[in-house]
Protein backbone atom coordinates (compact mmCIF):
# COMPACT_ATOMS: atom_id res chain seq x y z
CA UNK A 1 0.00 0.00 0.00
CA UNK A 2 3.05 2.18 0.19
CA UNK A 3 2.61 3.25 -3.13
CA UNK A 4 -0.58 3.75 -3.53
CA UNK A 5 -1.11 6.26 -0.39
CA UNK A 6 0.39 9.31 -1.29
CA UNK A 7 -1.04 9.47 -4.59
CA UNK A 8 -4.24 9.31 -2.29
CA UNK A 9 -2.76 12.47 -0.42
CA UNK A 10 -1.82 14.53 -3.22
CA UNK A 11 -5.06 14.04 -4.79
CA UNK A 12 -7.16 14.95 -1.75
CA UNK A 13 -5.07 18.37 -0.90
CA UNK A 14 -7.64 21.20 -0.76
CA UNK A 15 -7.53 22.83 -4.18
CA UNK A 16 -9.82 25.69 -5.73
CA UNK A 17 -11.92 24.19 -9.08
CA UNK A 18 -11.33 26.49 -12.23
CA UNK A 19 -13.15 26.33 -15.19
CA UNK A 20 -12.22 27.59 -18.36
CA UNK A 21 -13.72 31.45 -19.03
CA UNK A 22 -15.98 31.29 -15.85
CA UNK A 23 -15.22 33.23 -12.47
CA UNK A 24 -14.90 31.72 -9.46
CA UNK A 25 -15.35 34.63 -7.28
CA UNK A 26 -18.47 35.70 -8.48
CA UNK A 27 -21.62 33.78 -7.43
CA UNK A 28 -21.35 30.22 -7.41
CA UNK A 29 -22.29 28.05 -10.49
CA UNK A 30 -25.29 25.25 -10.37
CA UNK A 31 -27.33 27.49 -7.12
CA UNK A 32 -24.38 26.34 -4.45
CA UNK A 33 -24.77 29.32 -2.33
CA UNK A 34 -24.03 27.54 1.36
CA UNK A 35 -20.36 27.83 0.95
CA UNK A 36 -17.69 30.48 0.59
CA UNK A 37 -15.67 29.72 -3.20
CA UNK A 38 -12.95 28.88 -3.80
CA UNK A 39 -14.20 24.93 -2.49
CA UNK A 40 -11.90 22.62 -0.76
CA UNK A 41 -12.65 18.78 -0.25
CA UNK A 42 -11.65 17.52 3.02
CA UNK A 43 -8.25 15.29 3.43
CA UNK A 44 -8.99 11.64 2.32
CA UNK A 45 -8.01 8.82 4.75
CA UNK A 46 -6.28 5.85 3.38
CA UNK A 47 -8.33 2.91 4.69
CA UNK A 48 -7.81 -0.17 3.61
CA UNK A 49 -11.02 -0.14 1.34
CA UNK A 50 -9.89 2.77 -0.81
CA UNK A 51 -6.23 0.80 -1.01
CA UNK A 52 -8.40 -1.71 -2.63
CA UNK A 53 -10.47 0.24 -5.50
CA UNK A 54 -7.76 1.72 -5.98
CA UNK A 55 -5.65 -0.98 -6.80
CA UNK A 56 -8.34 -2.31 -8.98
CA UNK A 57 -8.17 0.26 -11.17
CA UNK A 58 -5.10 0.28 -11.55
CA UNK A 59 -4.78 -3.15 -12.45
CA UNK A 60 -7.82 -2.56 -14.77
CA UNK A 61 -5.77 0.27 -17.14
CA UNK A 62 -2.99 -2.28 -17.03
CA UNK A 63 -4.45 -4.58 -18.56
CA UNK A 64 -5.47 -3.02 -21.69
CA UNK A 65 -4.60 -4.65 -24.98
CA UNK A 66 -2.58 -1.99 -27.13
CA UNK A 67 -4.26 -1.30 -30.19
CA UNK A 68 -3.83 -2.67 -33.25
CA UNK A 69 -4.38 -1.55 -36.71
CA UNK A 70 -6.06 -3.17 -39.16
CA UNK A 71 -5.49 -3.08 -43.44
CA UNK A 72 -9.03 -2.63 -44.89
CA UNK A 73 -9.10 -4.47 -48.20
CA UNK A 74 -8.69 -2.45 -50.90
CA UNK A 75 -11.96 -1.82 -53.10
CA UNK A 76 -11.97 -4.19 -56.48
CA UNK A 77 -12.26 -1.28 -59.24
CA UNK A 78 -15.88 -1.24 -61.08
CA UNK A 79 -16.64 -3.02 -64.02
CA UNK A 80 -19.77 -2.68 -65.66
CA UNK A 81 -21.83 -5.77 -66.75
CA UNK A 82 -21.65 -7.03 -70.20
CA UNK A 83 -25.07 -6.04 -71.88
CA UNK A 84 -27.07 -9.08 -73.11
CA UNK A 85 -29.79 -9.56 -75.13
CA UNK A 86 -33.32 -9.43 -73.44
CA UNK A 87 -35.53 -12.27 -73.84
CA UNK A 88 -38.65 -12.27 -75.31
CA UNK A 89 -40.17 -12.98 -72.39
CA UNK A 90 -38.62 -10.94 -69.91
CA UNK A 91 -41.30 -8.56 -69.40
CA UNK A 92 -39.33 -5.75 -70.33
CA UNK A 93 -41.65 -5.24 -73.94
CA UNK A 94 -39.07 -4.78 -76.44
CA UNK A 95 -41.76 -5.25 -79.39
CA UNK A 96 -39.45 -8.40 -80.57
CA UNK A 97 -41.19 -11.48 -82.57
CA UNK A 98 -41.26 -14.27 -80.21
CA UNK A 99 -39.02 -17.17 -81.14
CA UNK A 100 -40.13 -19.38 -83.89
CA UNK A 101 -42.53 -21.73 -83.39
CA UNK A 102 -41.28 -25.05 -83.80
CA UNK A 103 -42.76 -27.55 -87.12
CA UNK A 104 -45.14 -29.74 -85.40
CA UNK A 105 -44.52 -33.22 -85.91
CA UNK A 106 -47.06 -34.61 -88.21
CA UNK A 107 -47.40 -38.58 -88.07
CA UNK A 108 -47.40 -40.11 -91.51
CA UNK A 109 -47.67 -43.95 -91.47
CA UNK A 110 -46.05 -45.77 -94.23
CA UNK A 111 -48.53 -47.98 -95.62
CA UNK A 112 -48.62 -50.62 -98.17
CA UNK A 113 -51.79 -51.91 -99.92
CA UNK A 114 -52.74 -53.69 -102.93
CA UNK A 115 -55.42 -51.75 -105.04
CA UNK A 116 -58.41 -53.35 -106.45
CA UNK A 117 -59.67 -53.95 -109.62
CA UNK A 118 -60.30 -50.73 -111.27
CA UNK A 119 -58.56 -48.50 -109.11
CA UNK A 120 -56.00 -45.93 -109.79
CA UNK A 121 -53.17 -44.87 -107.63
CA UNK A 122 -53.68 -40.86 -107.78
CA UNK A 123 -50.31 -40.60 -104.88
CA UNK A 124 -49.58 -38.46 -101.47
CA UNK A 125 -49.87 -35.05 -101.45
CA UNK A 126 -48.98 -32.94 -98.33
CA UNK A 127 -52.86 -33.67 -96.26
CA UNK A 128 -53.17 -37.37 -97.35
CA UNK A 129 -51.04 -40.67 -97.13
CA UNK A 130 -52.67 -41.90 -100.17
CA UNK A 131 -55.47 -41.27 -102.60
CA UNK A 132 -57.41 -43.13 -105.42
CA UNK A 133 -59.59 -42.99 -108.17
CA UNK A 134 -62.19 -46.11 -107.45
CA UNK A 135 -64.61 -45.05 -110.99
CA UNK A 136 -67.07 -42.20 -110.02
CA UNK A 137 -66.00 -42.55 -106.30
CA UNK A 138 -62.25 -40.68 -104.82
CA UNK A 139 -60.85 -42.87 -101.81
CA UNK A 140 -58.54 -40.98 -99.53
CA UNK A 141 -56.39 -41.98 -96.51
CA UNK A 142 -55.62 -39.56 -93.99
CA UNK A 143 -53.63 -39.66 -90.84
CA UNK A 144 -54.60 -36.95 -88.03
CA UNK A 145 -54.09 -36.47 -84.19
CA UNK A 146 -55.56 -38.70 -82.32
CA UNK A 147 -59.58 -38.37 -82.56
CA UNK A 148 -60.04 -41.75 -80.03
CA UNK A 149 -62.82 -40.82 -77.69
CA UNK A 150 -64.17 -38.08 -79.96
CA UNK A 151 -66.05 -41.06 -82.23
CA UNK A 152 -69.56 -39.39 -81.67
CA UNK A 153 -67.98 -35.95 -82.82
CA UNK A 154 -66.98 -37.01 -85.93
CA UNK A 155 -69.98 -37.92 -87.13
CA UNK A 156 -71.74 -34.96 -86.34
CA UNK A 157 -69.00 -33.05 -87.99
CA UNK A 158 -69.50 -34.66 -91.05
CA UNK A 159 -73.28 -34.31 -90.96
CA UNK A 160 -72.41 -30.39 -90.20
CA UNK A 161 -70.48 -29.95 -93.68
CA UNK A 162 -73.49 -31.81 -95.41
CA UNK A 163 -76.30 -29.30 -94.18
CA UNK A 164 -77.32 -32.47 -91.79
CA UNK A 165 -79.04 -32.18 -88.37
CA UNK A 166 -76.51 -33.16 -85.89
CA UNK A 167 -77.67 -35.89 -83.75
CA UNK A 168 -77.73 -36.77 -80.03
CA UNK A 169 -74.84 -38.82 -79.01
CA UNK A 170 -76.57 -41.69 -78.31
CA UNK A 171 -78.03 -41.35 -82.00
CA UNK A 172 -75.09 -40.60 -83.30
CA UNK A 173 -73.05 -43.82 -81.73
CA UNK A 174 -75.46 -45.94 -83.49
CA UNK A 175 -74.07 -44.81 -86.66
CA UNK A 176 -70.83 -46.12 -85.33
CA UNK A 177 -70.16 -49.97 -86.88
CA UNK A 178 -66.94 -51.99 -85.96
CA UNK A 179 -64.82 -52.87 -89.44
CA UNK A 180 -61.23 -54.80 -90.12
CA UNK A 181 -58.59 -52.13 -90.71
CA UNK A 182 -55.02 -53.29 -90.86
CA UNK A 183 -55.60 -56.79 -88.86
CA UNK A 184 -56.99 -54.58 -86.18
CA UNK A 185 -60.73 -53.40 -84.89
CA UNK A 186 -61.57 -50.21 -86.19
CA UNK A 187 -65.11 -48.15 -86.82
CA UNK A 188 -66.94 -46.86 -89.55
CA UNK A 189 -69.63 -44.75 -90.18
CA UNK A 190 -71.87 -43.76 -93.35
CA UNK A 191 -74.69 -41.28 -94.42
CA UNK A 192 -76.74 -40.47 -97.60
CA UNK A 193 -77.13 -36.84 -98.62
CA UNK A 194 -79.81 -37.53 -100.47
CA UNK A 195 -81.66 -33.82 -100.32
CA UNK A 196 -78.84 -32.23 -102.83
CA UNK A 197 -79.38 -31.86 -106.30
CA UNK A 198 -76.85 -34.68 -107.12
CA UNK A 199 -77.25 -37.31 -103.85
CA UNK A 200 -73.90 -38.40 -102.86
CA UNK A 201 -72.81 -40.73 -100.24
CA UNK A 202 -69.63 -40.79 -97.41
CA UNK A 203 -67.92 -44.05 -95.69
CA UNK A 204 -64.97 -43.31 -93.11
CA UNK A 205 -63.40 -45.90 -91.94
CA UNK A 206 -60.66 -44.71 -88.72
CA UNK A 207 -58.49 -46.95 -86.46
CA UNK A 208 -56.61 -45.26 -83.55
CA UNK A 209 -52.76 -45.59 -83.06
CA UNK A 210 -50.88 -44.02 -80.18
CA UNK A 211 -48.98 -41.76 -82.72
CA UNK A 212 -52.46 -40.32 -83.77
CA UNK A 213 -55.85 -41.14 -85.74
CA UNK A 214 -55.72 -42.88 -89.39
CA UNK A 215 -58.78 -41.73 -92.06
CA UNK A 216 -60.03 -44.04 -94.86
CA UNK A 217 -62.86 -42.48 -96.76
CA UNK A 218 -64.43 -43.22 -100.36
CA UNK A 219 -67.27 -40.54 -101.55
CA UNK A 220 -69.24 -39.56 -104.50
CA UNK A 221 -72.15 -40.30 -106.20
CA UNK A 222 -74.78 -42.35 -104.19
CA UNK A 223 -74.19 -45.40 -106.64
CA UNK A 224 -70.61 -44.95 -107.35
CA UNK A 225 -70.04 -45.39 -103.59
CA UNK A 226 -72.69 -48.13 -103.17
CA UNK A 227 -70.82 -49.98 -105.95
CA UNK A 228 -67.37 -50.33 -104.54
CA UNK A 229 -68.77 -50.82 -100.92
CA UNK A 230 -67.08 -54.10 -100.88
CA UNK A 231 -63.78 -53.10 -102.87
CA UNK A 232 -63.52 -50.22 -100.38
CA UNK A 233 -63.71 -52.84 -97.14
CA UNK A 234 -61.51 -55.02 -99.13
CA UNK A 235 -58.57 -53.11 -99.19
CA UNK A 236 -59.46 -51.73 -95.86
CA UNK A 237 -58.35 -55.61 -94.45
CA UNK A 238 -55.48 -55.84 -96.71
CA UNK A 239 -53.41 -52.87 -96.26
CA UNK A 240 -50.87 -53.18 -93.95
CA UNK A 241 -49.90 -50.14 -91.36
CA UNK A 242 -45.64 -49.88 -90.97
CA UNK A 243 -43.96 -48.81 -87.83
CA UNK A 244 -41.73 -46.19 -90.06
CA UNK A 245 -43.05 -42.97 -90.93
CA UNK A 246 -43.16 -41.79 -94.70
CA UNK A 247 -41.84 -38.49 -95.75
CA UNK A 248 -44.41 -35.98 -97.26
CA UNK A 249 -43.72 -35.44 -100.47
CA UNK A 250 -42.73 -32.18 -101.44
CA UNK A 251 -44.99 -29.32 -101.97
CA UNK A 252 -46.48 -28.95 -105.69
CA UNK A 253 -46.20 -25.92 -106.98
CA UNK A 254 -49.10 -25.67 -108.86
CA UNK A 255 -50.25 -21.87 -108.55
CA UNK A 256 -53.52 -20.97 -106.46
CA UNK A 257 -56.39 -21.60 -108.56
CA UNK A 258 -58.24 -18.34 -107.46
CA UNK A 259 -57.44 -14.87 -107.48
CA UNK A 260 -55.50 -13.53 -104.81
CA UNK A 261 -55.91 -10.11 -102.79
CA UNK A 262 -54.20 -7.19 -103.91
CA UNK A 263 -50.51 -7.48 -103.13
CA UNK A 264 -50.40 -11.22 -101.92
CA UNK A 265 -48.06 -12.91 -102.85
CA UNK A 266 -47.35 -16.97 -103.25
CA UNK A 267 -44.87 -18.34 -101.42
CA UNK A 268 -43.83 -22.23 -100.91
CA UNK A 269 -46.21 -24.34 -98.20
CA UNK A 270 -45.16 -25.72 -95.35
CA UNK A 271 -45.95 -29.02 -94.32
CA UNK A 272 -49.61 -30.05 -94.21
CA UNK A 273 -50.01 -26.88 -96.61
CA UNK A 274 -51.96 -26.68 -99.50
CA UNK A 275 -51.12 -23.25 -100.41
CA UNK A 276 -49.26 -20.27 -98.64
CA UNK A 277 -49.11 -16.55 -99.36
CA UNK A 278 -46.86 -13.01 -97.88
CA UNK A 279 -49.08 -10.02 -97.54
CA UNK A 280 -47.90 -6.83 -97.78
CA UNK A 281 -46.16 -5.27 -95.18
CA UNK A 282 -47.84 -2.93 -92.38
CA UNK A 283 -44.46 0.25 -91.06
CA UNK A 284 -42.19 -2.96 -91.61
CA UNK A 285 -44.77 -5.67 -89.65
CA UNK A 286 -44.76 -8.65 -91.11
CA UNK A 287 -47.82 -10.96 -91.82
CA UNK A 288 -48.60 -14.82 -93.76
CA UNK A 289 -51.58 -16.67 -94.68
CA UNK A 290 -51.46 -20.53 -94.98
CA UNK A 291 -54.41 -22.35 -96.04
CA UNK A 292 -54.78 -25.89 -95.14
CA UNK A 293 -57.22 -29.02 -96.12
CA UNK A 294 -58.40 -31.89 -94.23
CA UNK A 295 -61.38 -34.62 -95.10
CA UNK A 296 -62.65 -33.73 -91.47
CA UNK A 297 -62.55 -30.86 -89.02
CA UNK A 298 -59.58 -32.22 -86.99
CA UNK A 299 -60.87 -32.81 -83.86
CA UNK A 300 -63.81 -29.47 -84.04
CA UNK A 301 -63.64 -25.69 -83.42
CA UNK A 302 -63.03 -26.02 -79.78
CA UNK A 303 -59.91 -27.79 -80.58
CA UNK A 304 -58.25 -26.29 -83.23
CA UNK A 305 -59.18 -22.40 -81.48
CA UNK A 306 -57.35 -24.01 -78.67
CA UNK A 307 -53.75 -25.01 -80.77
CA UNK A 308 -54.08 -21.57 -82.36
CA UNK A 309 -54.27 -20.36 -79.21
CA UNK A 310 -51.42 -22.20 -77.99
CA UNK A 311 -49.28 -20.72 -81.35
CA UNK A 312 -49.38 -17.56 -79.88
CA UNK A 313 -48.42 -18.93 -76.15
CA UNK A 314 -51.83 -17.28 -74.59
CA UNK A 315 -53.08 -19.16 -71.39
CA UNK A 316 -55.49 -21.78 -71.47
CA UNK A 317 -59.45 -21.04 -70.92
CA UNK A 318 -62.12 -23.37 -70.03
CA UNK A 319 -64.05 -24.96 -73.56
CA UNK A 320 -66.94 -22.53 -72.96
CA UNK A 321 -64.84 -19.51 -73.06
CA UNK A 322 -62.83 -20.73 -76.17
CA UNK A 323 -66.37 -21.76 -78.17
CA UNK A 324 -67.14 -18.24 -77.41
CA UNK A 325 -64.34 -16.65 -79.39
CA UNK A 326 -65.14 -18.45 -82.38
CA UNK A 327 -67.95 -16.19 -85.01
CA UNK A 328 -70.07 -17.47 -87.81
CA UNK A 329 -68.00 -16.29 -91.19
CA UNK A 330 -70.52 -14.35 -93.25
CA UNK A 331 -70.58 -15.11 -96.65
CA UNK A 332 -68.96 -18.63 -96.44
CA UNK A 333 -70.46 -22.19 -95.99
CA UNK A 334 -72.73 -23.03 -93.50
CA UNK A 335 -70.95 -23.78 -90.36
CA UNK A 336 -68.06 -21.82 -91.44
CA UNK A 337 -66.35 -19.94 -88.96
CA UNK A 338 -63.76 -16.76 -87.98
CA UNK A 339 -61.63 -16.17 -84.94
CA UNK A 340 -59.58 -13.25 -84.12
CA UNK A 341 -56.79 -13.73 -81.89
CA UNK A 342 -53.91 -11.73 -80.25
CA UNK A 343 -50.60 -11.53 -77.90
CA UNK A 344 -49.40 -8.01 -77.56
CA UNK A 345 -47.52 -7.83 -80.50
CA UNK A 346 -48.08 -11.00 -82.68
CA UNK A 347 -51.90 -11.73 -83.67
CA UNK A 348 -53.82 -14.54 -85.48
CA UNK A 349 -57.05 -14.88 -87.31
CA UNK A 350 -58.25 -18.16 -88.48
CA UNK A 351 -61.15 -19.18 -90.37
CA UNK A 352 -62.65 -22.89 -90.75
CA UNK A 353 -64.64 -23.06 -94.22
CA UNK A 354 -66.23 -26.71 -94.78
CA UNK A 355 -66.87 -27.41 -98.28
CA UNK A 356 -67.59 -30.52 -100.50
CA UNK A 357 -66.52 -33.13 -97.88
CA UNK A 358 -63.65 -30.86 -97.04
CA UNK A 359 -62.43 -28.81 -94.51
CA UNK A 360 -60.60 -25.57 -95.22
CA UNK A 361 -58.40 -24.48 -92.54
CA UNK A 362 -57.03 -20.66 -93.40
CA UNK A 363 -54.83 -18.70 -90.48
CA UNK A 364 -53.28 -15.19 -90.89
CA UNK A 365 -50.48 -14.92 -88.82
CA UNK A 366 -47.52 -12.57 -87.70
CA UNK A 367 -47.34 -9.02 -86.53
CA UNK A 368 -49.74 -7.67 -85.29
CA UNK A 369 -50.11 -4.57 -87.37
CA UNK A 370 -49.60 -6.29 -90.41
CA UNK A 371 -52.46 -8.98 -89.24
CA UNK A 372 -54.68 -6.14 -88.35
CA UNK A 373 -54.82 -4.52 -91.74
CA UNK A 374 -54.59 -7.47 -93.93
CA UNK A 375 -58.09 -8.93 -92.21
CA UNK A 376 -60.27 -7.16 -94.57
CA UNK A 377 -58.86 -8.82 -97.49
CA UNK A 378 -58.42 -12.36 -95.73
CA UNK A 379 -62.10 -12.38 -95.17
CA UNK A 380 -62.88 -11.71 -98.56
CA UNK A 381 -60.13 -14.81 -99.57
CA UNK A 382 -62.05 -17.05 -97.09
CA UNK A 383 -65.79 -16.17 -98.46
CA UNK A 384 -64.61 -16.88 -101.67
CA UNK A 385 -62.20 -20.08 -102.13
CA UNK A 386 -61.82 -21.09 -105.75
Not at 119 to 137: E, H, T
Not at 343 to 353: D, F, S
Request: glycine residues 8%; positive net charge; contains cysteine.
Amino acid sequence: MPAVAPALRRESRTAPLRFPGVSLRSAPPFGLTHRPWPMTFPRLKPTPLLCALALAAALTGCDRKAPRAYEAPKDRPFVPPKETAHSDDDGHGHGKKPPARAEEKVWRPALTWTLPAGWKDAGADAANVGRFSAGDASVAITALTSMEGKETILVNMWRQVRKQEPLEEAEAAKLLKEVPIAGAKGMMFEFADEKSEKPARFVVAFIHRPEGSLFFKIQGPDAAVTAQKPAFFEFLKAVKLSESSAPAPAPEAKGWPGELPAGWTEVPPGPMQQAKFSVPEKDGAKAEVMVSVFPSATGGTVENVKRWRGQLKLAAIPDEEVAKLAQPLAGAPEGSIIVDLKNENRALTGAIVPRDGEWFFIKLLGDAPAVAAARESFVKFATKLP
